[in-house]
Each structure stands twice: as C-alpha cells, then as structure tokens.
C-alpha cells in the first residue's frame, strides 16, 4: 500500500532538533518499500544531513517561501512528515496541497510546565515523539542511535598537542544561552579533578572563556575552542574517552558514537524537551532540583532571579566520577 513513496521530512532548526529527525528518517528508508526520502531544513544546517545515506536528496529553504513552495509542488511527494510544525510548515503544506503528518509539539502543555512548574509532559525522547509521525506507514523504532557522519578522516596530531593525542576527556563548554553553561570557576574545579587530559571544545564565542580555564587548570587542559572546525570537533568528540557538555548542539552530535556523556543541565531541563542522551550505553543527567527551574524553555541570557544557583550549586563529585570512569 505505501511501497515506491516519495516522502518528504521538514524541519527547519535548530541543531538538536534536526539531529534527532535522523532515526526518523533513516526508519523511513529502511522500513518502508523503495521510500524516496528527501529532507528540507535551512542552509545553516546542511551539514547535519549532506553526508547521511539515509537521504535521498536535501532540500534548502530558500529566502522566499513561494520559491520553496514551487520546488516542493515539483518533486510531486506523496507524502510530508511536518517535525517542525510551525507556520511555515503550515503554510507549505495547505499550499502544496500534499497529504501530511505533523508532529504534536503540546505547546499549552510545556507552556503550562514552564510556567506553573507543573509536570505534565510525558518523560518520552523527542525522538519517540517524532517517530509518532511516521507510525502510519508502519515505521518502528530500530532502538538505534542518532546519525551523524563525520565529513573527513582528520589527522588527530595535527589537532591536538602530543599530550592530548592518545586519551582525552572532551569537555563541551559553549552553549547558545548564558543559563546553559556552567561558570569557568567550575568548569577549572572539575578539570583539576579528572585523570585524563582535558580538550575544551566550543565555538569562538568562548575561546576567551576556554584560555581563561586551561590557564587556571595547568597543562593537562588544551583549548580548541574557536580553533576547530565542526567537523574537526565532532572528529575529536568521536575518539574521547569520555564526554562532558552541556544542553547544546555538538554534545547532542556526540550521541552517535556512543561514548560515555555527562550531560550536564542548568537553567533547562532535559524533561521538558525531551532531549537526553539518545541510546548512548553509558550516560549521566547533572542537574540539581530548584523551585526555579526550570526557567526558560531554550536558554536566557541570565539567571532570572541573579543567583545562579543551578549551576553555582551543582555537585562536582558525580561529574568528576563519571567522567574518571568510577
């Protein structure tokens, strides 16, 4: 009934969000007879998807919606999956015409939760809540991890100095929001604690954040912060030890090779989005449990009420541990 489908699955943003479409989509090419899958998200992140088997063809959003819209009546699909479920997919899908199915994203519910701390979203992965999507077609979980392909077989000794070549804690200190990260007198605490040398990994924004903690921490502790490529730092996340990081793109990357992560959680809770490490062996969720929290959805800019006390206040020990394989 639903073999040689031409199928499209759209979402938009952000990093997190799209990574986690991956076990929906490579469900789609594997269980469904001779599916064509093809996958629309927006041109900053094409990296997730360029290198995945799984996809037929990649679509980019274009500046104008109409121009998308005309592609999309083009490919002539049978069928779109809507995991974004915003008003553009909205748009695109009552112009096109095309039979959908959409992913429930129970704002009131979340809303509701954030506001009042109350908890009514199900404990269930957003990968599990994508793949309702798709259980239609006949689409089950393969309890397989997340995809991700890593783009080039990098040169670790032209990465990393001679100490940080053979075994190394990755330790993820960037993040969107301030209220994601953990403070540097923290993160230098728990360098000073681990075994194993230390690679701090994040965009330029915290470079000078990572220079002022491996000068704190000692020699065991290199900065690659701003330095790396992505796809650089995804190579090195990929032959950790261990992983440390925080609610943020590449420690969700991290998820697809299966290597030990502490996700570590401040200001955001991984319940209310349904985000914690995906089919990863050996994982541990850092957080503390305060009236406060949490206080936003995706991040702020600053701790609402100045005292910080999600992450001043979070234990070292069990991080440390985890981390020093204890």
């Known amino acids: 009934m ?41 041109p900053a992140f094409k990296y997730i998807y360029d290198s995945n088997p799984y996809v037929d063809k990649l679509l980019l959003l274009k500046p104008s919606l109409t121009d998308t819209i005309n592609e999309i009546k083009a490919e002539k699909y049978d069928q779109i999956i809507d995991l974004h479920n915003n008003l553009r997919t909205t748009i695109i899908k009552l112009r096109t015409g095309i039979k959908a199915s959409t992913y429930k994203k129970q704002p009131i519910r979340k809303w509701l939760s954030l506001k009042f701390k109350l908890n009514l979203i199900a404990a269930e992965h957003l990968v599990d809540r994508y793949l309702k999507a798709v259980k239609f077609l006949g689409v089950i979980n393969d309890d397989a991890p997340i995809d991700y392909y890593v783009k080039a077989q990098h040169d670790i000794s032209k990465l990393l100095p001679p100490t940080h070549q053979n075994s190394y804690v990755a330790f993820i200190i960037g993040a969107t929001h301030f209220t994601k990260r953990m403070p540097n007198y923290k993160i230098i605490s728990i360098c ?28 065991q502790v290199y900065n690659a912060c701003g330095i790396t490529s992505l796809d650089e730092s995804v190579f090195l996340v990929s032959k950790a030890k261990s992983v440390i990081g925080f609610d943020t793109g590449l420690t969700h990357i991290a998820e697809a090779f299966n290597v030990p992560i502490a996700s570590v959680w401040g200001g955001t809770t991984p319940d209310l989005l349904g985000v914690w490490p995906y089919k990863v062996k050996n994982s541990l969720i850092a957080g503390i449990e305060l009236s406060c929290r949490p206080c936003s959805k995706f991040g702020l800019e600053k701790c609402p009420l100045g005292h910080f006390k999600c992450m001043n206040e979070m234990p070292e020990t069990g991080i440390v541990d985890f981390a020093n394989g204890n």
């Not at 990093?15 to 469900?27: E, K, L, N, S």
């Open 2 to 42: 639903f073999s040689k489908m031409k199928i499209l699955v759209i979402r938009f943003s952000s990093m997190g969000d799209i990574i986690y479409t991956t076990p929906v989509v490579r469900c789609l090419k594997k269980q469904v007879p001779d599916a064509e899958v093809h996958f629309l998200t927006k």
């Open 192 to 219: 000073k604690q681990l075994n194993l040398a230390v690679l701090l990994l994040g965009g330029n924004d915290v470079k000078a954040n990572g220079d002022e903690i491996a000068a704190a921490a000692g020699k």
